[in-house]
């Protein structure tokens, strides 16, 4: 099964704070744990997010688009990074989540979601 892991995102990654001995600490654990998802088949692809105030929404309401500037205001409501995982089930992927490094200076969230596949479509 493959599943969506998502960080979600804190007022600290919203702040960008990349530059920090914090943020060079987590991301070189950070690059060990991907390291082992690798190697052990699970990981498919994986990314960071720069913070909302570079992004963008896009409103639908019937036939009208309206398009939103970031920053976006609740944070707790953000994704600040993903990956896309491979697992035999949620039991594994949870497993993997609870090995993973704490991805940001204080309390955080991941969040893990499975992908419709398409016998769930038949």
């Not at 390291?35 to 992004?55: F, I």
């Not at 089930?89 to 499975?114: K, L, T, Y």
Request: with cysteine; aromatic share 8%; glycine share 8%.
């Amino acid at each position: 099964m493959r599943v969506m892991v998502l960080v979600k995102a804190t007022e600290d990654s919203e702040k960008g704070l990349l530059s920090t001995p914090w943020a060079t600490e987590m991301f070189a654990a950070m690059d060990r744990f991907n390291d082992e998802l690798r190697d052990a088949g699970v990981l498919l692809t994986a990314d960071g997010l720069k913070p909302s105030v570079h992004g963008k929404r896009v409103a639908f309401d019937g036939a009208g688009r309206r398009v939103i500037d970031g920053p976006f205001a609740e944070t707790k409501e953000l994704v600040a990074g993903f990956w896309l995982w491979e697992v035999k089930d949620m039991e594994e992927a949870v497993a993997w989540v609870r090995r993973c490094p704490n991805p940001m200076p204080g309390p955080s969230e991941i969040e893990i979601r499975p992908l419709y596949e398409a016998a769930d479509l038949a």
